[in-house]
């Protein structure tokens, strides 16, 4: 398992697209997965970092998404951490489950 704390992206943004995909780059994913091998990754909620490793990163791969799961951030009274409709923040994390093409 790897992980990485997406909360540390650099707001810097000739960096960004760098930090992002900073394990899958350095890291040889692929040689790792076996046929049907699956990743799972815990996802930013920036559309700009998901299209990037959607498109740029696991299309070169040859993996596809099969699963989605949110996970909502709530306060003791199940209350949202913050509102649905905030502009910079969201109550939720997507985590995703990518399967590697034959």
Known sequence: MLSRDSSTVSRD????YED???MF??????SLLQDNGL???WVTNNASHVTHLVEEVFKRWRIR???VCYWLKVTNS???VVPFR???KKPFRAFTGWR???
């Open 25 to 30: 780059h350095y890291i040889d994913i692929p």
């Open 39 to 41: 990743l799972a990754v």
């Open 78 to 80: 199940g209350i949202p």
């Open 20 to 22: 992002v995909g900073y």
């Open 65 to 67: 998404l099969t699963s």
């Open 86 to 88: 905030s502009p910079h």
């Open 13 to 16: 943004t000739r960096r960004k």
């Open 100 to 102: 590697k093409n034959n």
